[in-house]
């Protein structure tokens, strides 16, 4: 099957948007998840807060859309495109592994991250980022799940 370039782009971009307000959302519950703030720190200082938005959620966008067509170029090679149950579970699989990827990344962000531990604008998050709360590391593993399932289905339904 074809890979429909434009519709996992599509897919990508909203799967991060309700990625990102599920972000929002663990703010309520005590965890510390501005990454469109921290994104946009790797580029600019904290001295203009409006540009350092403006850029972090510009990238996490075109992150987005860039992990949807990976995930489009997998759901086509297991097969599961227009299959929408199959897309889900396989972009819960997937979203799962991103999840514990990023999630072991998160321990040496300090290292490049120029804005982030000790003294510096961003606190470092810690492996699984341990360092945010307790509840962190499910919740980081539960926001690429949400990524992954909304990322295939969408690309699913527009390819069926």
Not at 11 to 33: C, D, I, K, Q
Not at 45 to 61: A, E, F, M, Q
Not at 122 to 137: D, E, T
Request: a neutral charge; glycine letters at 16%.
């Amino acid at each position: 099957m074809e890979i429909i370039w434009t519709q996992a782009v599509l897919a990508g971009v909203v799967g991060v948007v309700l990625m990102t307000m599920a972000m929002f959302a663990g703010r309520v519950m005590g965890l510390s998840t501005d990454m469109v703030r921290a994104i946009g720190l790797v580029f600019v200082p904290d001295s203009d807060r409006h540009l350092v938005y403006l850029i972090g959620i510009s990238v996490h966008l075109f992150m987005g859309a860039i992990f949807g067509l990976t995930y489009a170029l997998l759901l086509t090679a297991v097969g599961a495109v227009g299959v929408l149950g199959a897309a889900a579970a396989w972009g819960a699989l997937f979203g799962a592994i991103h999840g514990v990827v990023v999630g072991a990344g998160l321990g040496i962000l300090p290292a490049v991250h120029p804005r982030m531990g000790p003294g510096e604008v961003l606190s470092a998050p810690g492996f699984f980022g341990h360092n945010v709360g307790v509840g962190m590391p499910v919740f980081l593993i539960m926001l690429h799940i949400i990524y992954g399932i909304f990322a295939a289905v969408v690309y699913s339904v527009g390819v069926a």
